[in-house]
């Protein structure tokens, strides 16, 4: 139960960067240097949080691959039930969604997101 409530503490705190900084580069970013430029310069940023507040949220706990790979699994599936909701909310279809999911910017906002959910996963150095 425990690793639940971490994945969506982890979640939580890295989409709140993630609207804050998406709505800066689909803004203001990306119509002067194209989608895929755009989510290349805040990808590092997001997944430089990502380490540091999972990390933060890991701390002291001691826990097994098992409760880790479901922290980051948690926060996945709400990463994808959030991100799908705001494109239903401004008018997009599952079609739409999928549609900018699979082109070049989507894929490479993809891979980040995979590699959050995987975070959790990478053991503290001693």
Not at 37 to 55: D, T
């Amino acid at each position: 139960m425990a690793a639940l409530a971490l994945g969506m503490r982890y979640f939580i705190g890295v989409f709140a960067l993630g609207f804050l900084l998406g709505t800066v580069s689909t803004l203001w970013l990306a119509p002067v240097v194209g989608d895929v430029l755009a989510v290349a310069i805040e990808l590092p940023m997001m997944l430089a949080f990502s380490w540091l507040w999972c990390r933060r949220l890991l701390a002291g706990r001691s826990l097994a691959m098992g409760g880790r790979a479901i922290i980051g699994g948690t926060a996945f599936l709400w990463l994808m039930l959030a991100e799908l909701s705001l494109s239903l909310a401004f008018g997009g279809t599952l079609a739409t969604h999928l549609a900018a999911l699979l082109a070049p910017a989507g894929l490479l906002g993809l891979a980040g997101q995979l590699l959050f959910a995987a975070l959790p996963l990478i053991p503290k150095a001693k």
